[in-house]
């Protein structure tokens, strides 16, 4: 958008109903995957930019977006000796240093640390950058990249170098087959808790119905058992001590 100010301001978002799956980062307009797992085939995802002007303009566009079953096999992560959120602010430019140097159509998939996120972002650390890389439309053997990568790793670390004003180093790992990002384990961890809380309310409400029931029950014996004693003795005392029946007590006397 040409525009200054709020006029040139654009946000972006998703408009279809795709949400589950993908997601959009409304500042960049780059795609992400949620969930995709088991997923295969085209799906398409209507964008939409909105500039933040008084009367708001907007403009749609048709993202179509193909998913391989098979990119799990061909997924490569290179690794950075540098604090994650610096790599974050300049993924864009490692992407582009990694297309240069490649050749081919880079697609990051993620982006995280080994470090909890806090200690991460507040020291030096590795940080992961998940990789796959295309040919045209054909997705490239993790073999053939990761050759590629070692085989360019000396000019990789230069224009690295540039971006981030700093000697970076790099080294590559292939990604495991169920490798979960600490993000993920710390929202399956915190699933588990809330099973168990949730496991240990019912249980305790379920034992107070119980007991509740339990005297309730034995209150109820406690009245029957004391009104048949008032039937079967009519000059039972009730409990301030007085005589229950007068009239009953005066047609025995006479």
């Not at 690794?79 to 430019?93: F, K």
């Not at 240093?97 to 590795?126: F, G, H, M």
């Not at 009104?227 to 301030?240: M, R």
Request: hydrophobic residues 35%; contains cysteine; proline residues 2%.
């Amino acid at each position: 958008d040409p525009d200054a100010g709020d006029n040139g301001l654009v946000l972006y978002s998703l408009v279809s109903s795709q949400t589950s799956e993908f997601d959009i980062d409304q500042n960049t307009g780059q795609i992400f995957t949620v969930s995709v797992a088991g997923k295969a085939g085209t799906f398409y995802l209507e964008v939409q930019a909105t500039d933040q002007g008084t009367s708001r303009l907007t403009g749609q566009t048709t993202v179509n977006v193909t998913v391989d079953s098979s990119s799990g096999n061909n997924i490569l992560v290179v690794v950075l000796n540098e604090m994650i959120n610096i790599v974050e602010r300049n993924i864009i430019e490692v992407k582009r240093v990694l297309e240069d140097q490649l050749a081919w159509n880079v697609y990051i998939i993620d982006v995280y640390s080994s470090e909890s996120e806090s200690k991460a972002r507040s020291s030096t650390d590795v940080t992961y950058v998940k990789i796959t890389a295309f040919d045209t439309n054909q997705e490239v053997p993790a073999e053939d990249v990761k050759r590629k990568l070692q085989e360019q790793k000396s000019d990789i670390e230069v224009e690295l170098e540039k971006i981030f004003s700093r000697r970076v180093t790099t080294s590559i790992e292939e990604a495991a087959a169920d490798s979960a990002s600490p993000e993920r384990v710390a929202t399956i961890v915190l699933s588990v808790l809330l099973a168990c809380s949730l496991t240990g309310f019912l249980v305790y409400v379920v034992f107070t119905i119980r007991r509740k029931r339990k005297q309730q029950q034995q209150y109820l014996v406690k009245k029957q058992a004391e009104v048949a004693e008032s039937i079967d003795n009519p000059w039972a005392s009730d409990k301030n001590g007085s005589v229950k029946s007068l009239e009953k007590l005066e047609h025995v006397n006479n």
